[in-house]
């Protein structure tokens, strides 16, 4: 709370630039101007399984994604691969064209289940990739190896790609096809960043204090046994 009253006053420093995240909007805008589908995937888990923080960390970056394209009248295009994310998404979706004062602009066929198996799943994003004409193809959650179908598939077509997962095998198939990424934890802090509320700056921040106290805890201990051993 310390921390929030300080961004607040904005007195709490800046965060370190996530390009990823700052290409982000400029993503939405040209597909305001283009009148072309911006493709979301929040990656192959579900939602109450152990890999629940990485889904809810699409969801949340879709949140953000769907109230800048519900401002402007954007079309999003939205897989997912697990039908416990499939109502979640659709009422994100729904929501934002409702804060926006659109709630008519909200079409349910925005938000796609594509297959529960996830090569299948990496099947029908290919073809979605290759068949719509796309403004680019953000992906953020979990991902294993049938990343690489869609990824490959994105940068055969030249579609600009923004992709994040905290998965450390996927990783270098990321890296090899994604024109930008989000990696490991970052994907957890990208609603922040899309966001900008002070409550989740500050929360950014307390995490990186206490990161330093602990490794300050760290050093100090190893010296102590060092000294007194």
Same mark, same amino acid.
């Given at each position: 709370?310390?921390?929030?009253?300080?961004? =607040?006053? @904005?007195?709490?420093?800046?965060?370190?630039?996530?390009?990823?995240?700052?290409?982000?909007?400029?993503?939405?805008?040209?597909?305001?101007?283009?009148?072309?589908?911006?493709?979301?995937?929040?990656?192959?888990?579900?939602?109450?399984?152990?890999?629940?923080?990485?889904?809810? $960390?699409?969801?949340?970056?879709?949140?953000?994604?769907?109230?800048?394209?519900?401002?402007?009248?954007?079309?999003?295009?939205?897989?997912?691969?697990? $039908?416990?994310?499939?109502? %979640?998404?659709?009422?994100?979706? =729904?929501?934002?064209?409702?804060? +926006?004062? +659109?709630?008519?602009?909200?079409?349910?066929?925005? *938000?796609?289940?594509?297959?529960? +198996?996830?090569? $299948?799943?990496?099947?029908?994003?290919?073809? %979605?990739?290759?068949?719509?004409?796309?403004?680019? +193809?953000?992906?953020?959650? /979990?991902?294993?190896?049938?990343?690489?179908?869609?990824?490959?598939?994105?940068?055969?077509?030249?579609? =600009?790609? *923004?992709? @994040?997962?905290?998965?450390?095998?996927?990783?270098?198939?990321?890296?090899?096809?994604?024109?930008?990424?989000?990696?490991?934890?970052?994907?957890?802090?990208?609603?922040?960043?899309?966001?900008?509320?002070?409550? /989740?700056?500050?929360?950014?921040?307390?995490?990186?204090?206490?990161?330093?106290?602990?490794?300050?805890?760290?050093? *100090?201990?190893?010296?102590?046994?060092?000294?007194?051993?």
């Amino acid at each position: 709370f310390y921390l929030t009253s300080r961004v =607040r006053a @904005g007195s709490a420093g800046e965060l370190r630039a996530i390009p990823a995240m700052e290409g982000l909007p400029e993503l939405v805008g040209r597909s305001a101007e283009t009148g072309k589908p911006l493709h979301v995937s929040v990656g192959v888990a579900g939602v109450g399984g152990s890999l629940t923080s990485d889904t809810w $960390a699409g969801l949340a970056l879709l949140s953000q994604l769907a109230d800048k394209a519900a401002a402007c009248d954007t079309p999003l295009l939205v897989t997912v691969s697990d $039908a416990t994310v499939l109502p %979640i998404a659709q009422d994100i979706i =729904r929501r934002a064209f409702v804060r +926006n004062g +659109n709630p008519e602009g909200y079409d349910p066929t925005q *938000i796609q289940l594509v297959a529960p +198996n996830n090569m $299948a799943y990496a099947a029908g994003v290919s073809g %979605i990739l290759e068949r719509e004409p796309l403004t680019a +193809n953000v992906m953020v959650g /979990q991902f294993g190896d049938e990343y690489l179908l869609m990824g490959e598939t994105g940068a055969r077509l030249g579609i =600009r790609q *923004i992709v @994040g997962t905290a998965d450390p095998s996927t990783l270098p198939f990321v890296y090899a096809s994604a024109d930008e990424t989000l990696t490991g934890e970052e994907i957890y802090a990208g609603s922040a960043y899309a966001a900008r509320r002070p409550i /989740q700056i500050g929360s950014l921040l307390a995490e990186d204090w206490l990161r330093w106290l602990v490794v300050a805890g760290i050093l *100090i201990a190893t010296v102590l046994k060092i000294l007194l051993g």
